[in-house]
């Protein structure tokens, strides 16, 4: 919204993230169990039930109503804030019709309900304080410079005008004082629009300013004394303070609702969310015992990702031309497992990135709770460390998706039988994998349900139920579980063993000395991928599991130290509120130095590099002395008039004063007045958007909302035959009816406030009217009119003014959505090299010992862990903004060659799943050595702090022995090259789509990692230094944990490789490949060009050519 920045529109919409998706996924659970039932029973290892057998009740079909309730999603939450934001503007009309209130506030009266409107009082609380104590700064700023720019205009009259004015009559134009509120009121406007572009928290505030600004300037013609002008300030003034603390009353003492319970909602409905995930993903699984896993198409390659593309780039494109030939069976539908991860992974991601928004705000917040703000902080990287494997299971489908194409099992009818023998043999093995996989995953799911349960109950998330979750004692039965899990991986692995001929008889896996797989021929390849997968599945299941008892563990301490025995009063640190301060008025992508001596605790010294430090400048070398600083200083002056906050502003200046203007010539500044032509620069305030997609889609909906605001205003004073109580019990109920679209549909949020700004507009001037009487109304020189005739034109003002900010939006040139969608695109590869330089630099650190303690500030563990959650959070917030920019872009007309939407939305896919797979690479890398017990609490990322008796149980000797470790360093070093060169392809690719230059040719795509045949080769010097009888790889080591930690990040790596292929292909496609070949042909032309960077169609390329 223009006039709400992204953070009000989530906690509008709060209700309905966080109970919404909850209720949904409820749904989608018992769609995608289908017949499958919950087993009630655990192994014989263990002797208490998960939980009581209980009889499924017969659920009856709902009422008509009840299902019309349902589907319209009023739940409590969202009734309650329907009635709650629209009791503010109401109050405040209300309180307008005491004689001493309208003797106070006069004709400025219907401001209060209009700033009631504007304050946003359905806000939790710490976003709505925080924007209180904006807006009055705004406000107090606003009113003093008004104050002195109707001072210093007034000056300007009396300075030149030649008769003294007559106090009878009306004032008589000075074109001096017109001319000086002219220039003020742009300057105002251009720097207080720059600041609202610069500082996304100043949204609202700058609106505020913007509306003192513009209607005391243009009020100024007619001011002629200095008791005149402060006493039209302080009328304004008054009237816009009655309305915020009309709204601050109903915001903080009506139905009041705190951060910390936004947060809580949210963090209920990722659980929810997490349970259902869980649930789908074992459907989907258990589903791969019967169907073809290859045959799964390419719209759910995607399905754990944002990208809502339902094909790449280059599978459409092979679907078109087998189209034409027909020679292909067209793909089957999506299955509904599939469909339903794709859906709920889709709201995963997106809940988790509002839930790392809303809670410092939460943490913020005093109150009177149980869990402290680290507590809050310290569970949301518990349910981080759940949704990563849990995410991470669902890119299954992608990964048989992928096998299917590389090895040609796209089958058609001219697929060879050789080809198909094949499929077919790989997809029974698959089937009776799955089999066995079946009983261990149903009782693990059913385990990490009631773990979720457990802790969230125990931590007051979930309400409390008669079950066993949540009773104390529960935790070893999880324990339990989760530890038989694990037991059973070795037999699902001997049944894939037997499956593969590797393993006869009841042989143990230690016990294949005479079996092994053939090193020479493809088939070994084939499977050795197929074992990766077996066990990245497994791998994957049993971190999701430790994850949930991580989660349950933490709540048993808290329970147990008492921190959820009672309430007490929780106030915000100092170090908080000092960065709530500095966060308002700093940019989203804060800076930091490098100092090398911040880290120096006696350990090996971290260097961050250039990516994490200012950006550095081509032309200046850093100042040296005094003089070079003063340089830099009023260089900055240049730099902010030239950047495009600067000229965002300039045109919302220019919008302004094309209206503006009106005001402040002889011949019209007495029509300005008396058309009420002021609230066209409001809406321009308001409406005013840094891109054409935004403005075209805006100019529609504002529109729209208006005409429909002036519906609504008519019915809601004649339908009671101009009664006033009536009038207000409709015009509560019309703004209640229309904040439900407030919350429901926050991409209409302009409209929808807009619709609300103009029903108290038109009734409240009304209602003014009827209090004071029509001639105290017109003292301003506004003629009365009618309802029928001022809504209409409302409506006219209102268009004209959104047509003026369109127009200002598109000229003199467009900043376009696609300009941003490809800014945005180069910022989310940059990031993403950046991520995969810290763990790589993770990794390097762990092996060689020189990370230290993470939880030992200034370490370069803590460090290097600080910029790795930095930069995920980054990337999960940009992420859902580049499907806001695709979508908005299909508002803007296409002048000359059509838009390349698939090549961007396969950009934007490809981007999503690298960032996938680095996460849990990076997941992967910090419980390297311990297997899943590794993972810590506070870090999913680094393992260095957990107890080392933990890991005693011979199960993880594996993976805890120098040969891994030494293997891996080795290794480290062998792929040094290939990691380096990832980063570099990242890089190269983002600055090609920001600048838009060429990449160059003949650019090394960077090949899947190669570790198995690196690590083959070094294995038997290791082996043999350790006397090893066969190699780590060999398929007798399967079981250990290091085994299947190798196995997750080959799977990961080989699946980043070939995505970034993907890229390279794409973003050659958009920007060209420098290309200076030609060739010399023998007949009749004689030398011709090919092979053109931009221009391949044609075949010319940009060399030079003799």
Known sequence: MAGSSPGHRDDIIRERADRGYGEDQEQGDHKSR????????????????????????????????????????????????????????????????????????????????????????????????????????????????????????????????????????????????????????????????????????????????????????????QITSNAALESIVKRLLTAMLTGFAVATATCLLILPVSSRAVSAAQLNGLIKLLQGAIKQEKAYLQSLEREDMFAVPADICAATHLSDSETSVDNASIEKEMGKKKKVQPQPKSTAEAKAIKETMFNLRLLTSKIAVDLPFAKRDIAWAKLSAKDLSTVLELCRGIMIPVHGIGTVIDIFQRLAEKRGWMTSEETPLEILAEKNEDKRVWNEVMKQLHEPFEKLSIAIDEGLSHAGMLLEILPRDLIRPGDPGFIDVLRAKIKCFHGMRSTILRAWAKEKGILINDLSLDEMNDISFPQTDTRHHHDQGQLYVLLYIETLME????????????????????????????????????????????????????????????????????????????????????????????????????????????????????????AFLEQTHVFFQEQRLVWAMVIIAIGMTQTSGQSIFGFLCRVLGTLVAVVMTLITWYIVDEKVPGIFVFLYLFQAFTIYFLLKYPQLIPAIVLCLVTQVLIVGYELQVLKIGIQASESTGQPFYPIYLLAPYRLAIVAAGCLVAFFWTIFPSPVTERTWLRRDLAVTLYLLANYFSAINETLKSKLNGTGGDRNVKGTPAHQLAKHRTKLFSKLMLLLPSLKQHADFQRWEPTVGGKFPRELYEDIIQRASRINSYLTLLSYTIGGWGKGTRGMTITDLLDASTVDPKSNSDPMFEGANSHAWRDALSVLLGDISPTQHSIISTLTLLSNALQSGHSIPPHLNVPRPFELTRHLESICATIGAANDDAHGLLDARNMAQAGYAEFAVLQVCSTLVCDDLEGLVASVSKLVGVVDFSFCVTTSGAGTSRSGSAGNDSEGQGKGKVD
Request: hydrophobic share 45%; net charge positive; with cysteine.
């Open 34 to 221: 289908g017949d499958h039932t919950r087993k009630n029973s655990i192994p014989d290892t263990n002797n208490a039930p998960l939980s009581d057998p209980q009889p499924q009740p017969q659920q009856s079909r709902p009422s008509f109503v009840k299902g019309i309730v349902i589907k319209l999603g009023l739940d409590a939450p969202t009734v309650i804030a329907m009635l709650k934001g629209a009791l503010a503007p109401v109050i405040g009309l209300a309180i307008y019709q005491s004689d001493a209130v309208a003797k106070e506030f006069s004709t400025f009266g219907y401001l209060v309900g209009i700033v009631a409107v504007l304050s946003l009082s359905a806000l939790p609380r710490g976003k709505y304080v925080q924007t209180l104590i904006l807006n009055l700064l705004f406000l107090g700023i606003g009113a003093a410079v008004a104050l002195l720019i109707l001072w210093s205009a007034l000056q300007a009259r009396l300075h030149t005008q030649t008769v003294p004015d007559d106090p009878r009559s009306r004032p008589v134009y000075n074109s001096s004082q017109a001319a000086v509120s002219a220039v003020w009121l742009f300057a105002n406007i251009w720097v207080v629009n720059t600041l609202r572009a610069k500082f996304p928290s100043l949204n609202i505030p700058s609106i505020v300013y913007a509306i003192v600004t513009n209607i005391l300037c243009t009020f100024s013609t």
């Open 543 to 662: 971190a999701a599991g430790e994850g949930v008892l991580r989660f349950a563990q933490f709540a048993d301490s808290k329970v147990i130290d008492g921190t959820m025995a009672h309430k007490r009063l929780i106030v915000p640190k100092p170090k908080v509120l000092r960065k709530w301060i500095t966060s308002v008025f700093s940019e989203e992508d804060k800076h930091q130095e490098n100092d090398a001596d911040l880290f120096d605790t006696g350990m090996a010294v971290i260097y961050m590099g250039d990516s994490f430090a200012l950006k550095r400048d081509p032309e200046h070398l850093p100042p040296t002395n005094h003089w070079q600083r003063a340089g830099n200083a009023l260089r900055t002056i240049s730099k902010f008039f030239s950047s495009e906050e600067s000229a965002f502003g300039f045109r919302c200046a220019c919008a302004t004063l094309t209206i503006g203007i009106i």
